[in-house]
């Protein structure tokens, strides 16, 4: 059995939006809103994967307000 972990960091917006299966321009516009999670290394946005995984959970459970 072949158990190898992603790694955390995600890094650009392209595998930001690919993790959370929206466009970049989605995933910028969320960056942009202050709705996820992201930091930058140098230039270039990055985030953990289990940080938008928990974001992911909490927005599922409610926990976030639209609009």
């Known amino acids: 059995m072949d158990d190898k972990k992603e790694p955390d960091l995600l890094y650009g917006i392209g595998a930001i939006a690919s993790h959370l299966g929206v466009r970049a321009r989605q ?26 995984d928990a974001w992911l959970e909490e927005a599922a459970k409610g926990g976030r307000a639209n609009g």
Not at 27 to 52: N, Q
């Open 27 to 52: 995933a910028l516009y969320l960056k942009e809103k202050g709705e996820i999670p992201t930091f930058k290394v140098g230039k270039t946005i990055c985030a953990r994967r289990s940080l938008l």
